[in-house]
């Protein structure tokens, strides 16, 4: 398995870019993005997603796919700056999502109740939160990020 030392012996990481440049060649940056969008690094003959260098490289552990999954916060596969990246599991990548181009008009988890009333609907670490009575389909999204955001496991994207 690669280990922190080797990954430094032979590329260099900016954390504030994300950008990985090779170390004793005159390649540049490494990487090519791979079909799913995501950018990879191939090192001794093996491929690794840039988001899991990164990792290794600031804090000496290659998260291993699919118990550790490093999430893009910003929906950017490409974007590997130290701060656009987090490790997280199934369930929070997964709600980390944009807004489907199809979906309601009133936002992800947001509905419309038979009095007219608006309610929102959405779960975290196998836990279920609701809430209704809110006038308005903007006031029910409003409220839904604000707890979002007080549970801790999703980013502002999220139903946006």
Same mark, same amino acid.
């Given at each position: 398995?690669? @280990?922190?030392?080797?990954?430094?012996?032979?590329?260099?990481?900016?954390?504030?870019? *994300?950008?990985? @440049?090779? !170390?004793? @060649? $005159?390649? *540049?940056? /490494? *990487?090519?993005?791979?079909?799913?969008?995501?950018?990879? !690094?191939? !090192?001794?003959?093996? $491929?690794? $997603?840039?988001?899991? =260098? /990164?990792?290794?490289?600031?804090?000496?552990?290659?998260?291993?796919?699919?118990?550790?999954?490093?999430?893009?916060?910003?929906?950017?596969?490409?974007?590997?700056?130290?701060?656009?990246?987090?490790?997280?599991?199934? @369930? /929070?990548?997964?709600?980390?999502?944009?807004?489907?181009?199809? /979906?309601?008009?009133? *936002?992800?988890? !947001?509905? =419309?109740?038979?009095?007219?009333?608006?309610?929102?609907?959405?779960?975290?670490?196998?836990?279920?939160?609701?809430?209704?009575?809110?006038?308005?389909?903007?006031?029910?999204?409003?409220?839904?990020?604000? $707890?979002?955001?007080?549970?801790?496991?999703?980013?502002?994207?999220?139903?946006?």
């Amino acid at each position: 398995m690669l @280990t922190q030392e080797q990954l430094k012996q032979r590329l260099h990481y900016n954390p504030d870019t *994300g950008v990985f @440049t090779w !170390i004793d @060649t $005159k390649r *540049g940056q /490494a *990487g090519t993005v791979n079909t799913s969008g995501y950018l990879v !690094i191939e !090192i001794n003959y093996k $491929k690794y $997603k840039a988001s899991q =260098l /990164a990792h290794l490289y600031m804090t000496d552990y290659l998260p291993q796919y699919p118990k550790d999954i490093m999430d893009h916060i910003s929906g950017d596969n490409t974007d590997n700056r130290w701060s656009n990246l987090r490790m997280v599991d199934s @369930t /929070a990548n997964n709600q980390n999502v944009a807004k489907r181009k199809d /979906a309601s008009t009133h *936002g992800t988890g !947001i509905r =419309l109740l038979p009095s007219g009333k608006f309610s929102y609907s959405f779960s975290s670490n196998k836990v279920r939160y609701t809430q209704g009575s809110f006038n308005t389909a903007e006031e029910a999204m409003t409220a839904k990020l604000s $707890k979002m955001t007080d549970v801790g496991s999703f980013t502002p994207r999220h139903g946006m």
